[in-house]
């Protein structure tokens, strides 16, 4: 049974920091691509960032959260990170992880829960 669980999520001021991770049971993350995604109140889900699988060292930024927010991976854990700066009330959102078997723009095979982050003063 394939289990991705999010956790680090919660409430923070405008230009404040969180650590999201995704950590994972019946499967090792090194051999997938990870991705996070993020859906906000009244709007579609949205990619985030992604790190590619371990024989690939390739990330990914969306726009809006190149130069704040980092990717990477902690291969002794089995849990893939997402450090979050300078944040901003829009960033409010739902954030889940998923494994893709393939790339980072590949079909993504598993998802977690998610993590709620709520920014705001």
């Known amino acids: 049974q394939v289990q991705l669980v999010e956790s680090g999520g919660g409430l923070v001021q405008p230009g404040g920091s969180l650590r999201l991770s995704c950590g994972a049971s019946?499967?090792?993350?090194?051999?997938?691509?990870i991705g996070w995604f993020r859906q906000a109140p009244g709007k579609e889900r949205e990619a985030v960032s992604c790190?590619?699988?371990?024989?690939?060292?390739?990330?990914h930024y969306e726009d809006s959260v190149k130069g704040r927010f980092t990717i990477s991976r902690d291969t002794a854990n089995n849990t893939v990170y997402l450090q979050m700066n300078s944040l901003k009330p829009e960033d409010t959102a739902v954030y889940y992880c998923?494994?893709?078997?393939?790339?980072?723009?590949?079909?993504?095979?598993?998802w977690g829960q998610g993590t709620r982050v709520t920014v705001s003063s």
């Open positions: 790190i590619s699988d371990t024989d690939d060292s390739f990330t």
């Open positions: 019946g499967v090792l993350l090194d051999y997938y691509a």
């Open positions: 998923a494994a893709s078997g393939g790339s980072c723009f590949a079909v993504y095979d598993y």
